[in-house]
């Protein structure tokens, strides 16, 4: 039972290349959630989903795509990363929405130059 | 603008001793509140939450207490271990409609041997 893990770990990207994070729960979580942090700032949520073949924004989506084509994994894509982007990324499932125990995965570093 | 917030950077604290770390919150929608722990190169772990029908809420050596007047929320762990040294984040959210959590800035915890 590995939980939540995300695909890659480090990441070094020059402006305007693409990319896709990935994420994969084996807990059979309906919800699933894209968060970012950065120094100072906490933890941010940028896209979520509700069930398989959803998709919702969050606090701060501009410059990503997600996709929830099946219901164990959620992708995260940046089109045209910025050095804004730099962060370090988290996904988190839960079986229930804002109230429920949110998993974490380990996180995904990602620094753009 | 931060939602949820925590004002202390950091804490330090002798073993055995008592840690308090506090969260401040401005939306008064929100009635579920969590605390989350996290390791350096880990993502967060859920530690204990409380609901704002409760005032405390205790699972072994970690309380949560709740002012809903004041919008204040803090942990206390009791006796405080060097394990427990981390960075420890508050996070709220609102049961009717929303899906997502606010977290706040995190409190990093030293727990001196």
């Known amino acids: 039972n590995a939980g939540v893990t995300q695909t890659p770990k480090f990441r070094v990207l020059k402006t305007g290349q693409s990319m896709t994070l990935l994420c994969a729960q084996d807990m059979n979580h309906e919800y699933m959630y894209w968060y970012r942090q950065d120094p100072g700032m906490g933890l941010r949520l940028i896209h979520y989903s509700v069930g398989e073949g959803t998709t919702a924004k969050g606090e701060v989506p501009d410059g990503y795509n997600v996709s929830r084509l099946k219901k164990q994994n959620f992708l995260l894509g940046l089109e045209s990363a910025a050095p804004s982007q730099t962060s370090v990324y988290f996904c988190?499932?839960?079986?229930?929405?804002?109230?429920?125990?949110?998993?974490f995965g380990p996180g995904t570093r990602l620094t753009v130059l | 603008d931060q939602q949820v917030k925590q004002n202390s950077p950091s804490l330090s604290v002798q073993e055995g001793r008592i840690s308090i770390l506090n969260c401040d919150y401005t939306n008064s929608m929100f009635d579920y509140f969590l605390w989350y722990k996290k390791y350096p190169a880990e993502g967060p772990t859920f530690l204990i939450s409380i609901s704002s029908i409760k005032d405390k809420n205790e699972d072994g050596r970690f309380t949560v207490f709740l002012n809903k007047s004041a919008k204040h929320l803090s942990l206390h762990i009791v006796p405080s271990q060097p394990g427990d040294s981390a960075v420890y984040f508050c996070a709220a959210s609102a049961k009717t409609g929303a899906n997502n959590l606010f977290f706040g800035t995190g409190t990093r915890l030293t727990v001196i041997p």
């Open positions: 988190a499932s839960s079986l229930q929405g804002g109230i429920g125990e949110q998993f």
